[in-house]
């Protein structure tokens, strides 16, 4: 299995950036797609996660109503709209695949997990 994320990069705060994971080796409409996001000291945090379907969607409330993930199962794919930036969102953020039909919060419960793509907002 692999997970591939792409998109980050600089962007100034109120910008926007789109991320998208690619995910091969699994039938990827089985799969609960999550991201994540990491900066240096602090735990891995649940960024938002989608079911497998596409038809349940759930999002931190740090970032609900700028933030929208969504999922293409016919291109093993999953995105993640980031509207607004803050500086505060600035991290690595990682997309992780789970063989569960329900989307979980803990990094813990996800069992692939891409190298992870590096956001740097400037204020």
């Not at 591939?4 to 699994?26: D, I, K, M, N």
């Not at 990491?38 to 409330?61: C, H, I, M």
């Not at 999953?78 to 992780?96: F, G, I, N, S, T």
């Amino acid at each position: 299995v692999q997970v591939v994320e792409s998109g980050g990069g600089l962007v100034q705060a109120g910008g926007s950036l789109r991320l998208s994971c690619a995910a091969s080796g699994l039938t990827f409409s089985n799969y609960t797609m999550g991201w994540f996001r990491q900066t240096p000291g602090k735990e891995r945090e649940f960024v938002a996660g989608v079911s497998g379907s596409g038809s349940s969607l759930y999002s931190t409330d740090s970032v609900k109503g700028r933030f929208t993930i969504s999922r293409d199962n016919a291109k093993n794919a999953v995105y993640l709209q980031m509207d607004r930036l803050k500086p505060e969102d600035a991290a690595v953020y990682y997309c992780a695949a789970r063989a569960f039909p329900f989307i979980s919060r803990s990094s813990d419960t996800y069992d692939y997990w891409g190298q992870g793509t590096q956001v740097t907002v400037s204020s």
